[in-house]
């Protein structure tokens, strides 16, 4: 059974297309790690400054050796959240029978 | 550029697995809709009343033919609405490059 994660996002005005181009370096670099299965970057269709990111892990084991990273520290960490005005994460488990 | 949409429920107490099994259904009956990518389900780990579905379709009008099926109003509105404590939807569109 995977382990998946939803962030939902508000930037702060003006912060999105900053935090956008921080989250596709992260993306990049989180593809990498060998636990990972997705992790998807998305921008509102209505509001540009609600970001969500869907991410999936083999493991929770995966996703807390995720949070570890230098990438993690250096772009979400150390990038992205002070450039936010809210941010929920909220931890999953897929659904049997899930393929996508 | 593909359309996904990440829907986020708490159910009524106690009503957990019968959303869930209307959702397995209501996701089977999805994937077979030509335009789309993906349907999945997924429950909090934390809370089980969380209930969250990650849901991709070619287009934004793929979304809307997927809102007027019989499975959605059957399966959604008819089921699982009236099961829930609270509902968010957010409409999204994923960054360039977002291969899963």
């Known amino acids: ?3 998946a ?5 508000l930037t702060r005005p003006g912060k999105e297309d900053e935090v ?4 596709d370096s992260m993306s990049e670099a989180s593809r990498q790690e060998p636990g990972n299965r997705q992790y ?8 540009p400054r609600v970001v969500v990111l869907y991410e999936e892990y083999d493991s929770e084991a995966d996703f807390e ?3 570890a990273t230098d990438h993690f520290q250096r ?6 959240v002070p450039l936010l005005e ?3 994460v909220v931890r ?3 659904r049997e029978g899930v393929s996508a």
């Open 20 to 23: 956008l181009t921080l989250l």
């Open 5 to 9: 994660v939803v962030a939902r996002y």
């Open 65 to 67: 050796a995720h949070c």
């Open 40 to 47: 998807r970057v998305h921008q509102g269709a209505g509001d």
């Open 86 to 88: 809210s941010r929920d």
């Open 1 to 3: 059974m995977s382990y």
């Open 75 to 80: 772009y979400v960490l150390g990038g992205v």
């Open 92 to 94: 999953l488990v897929p």
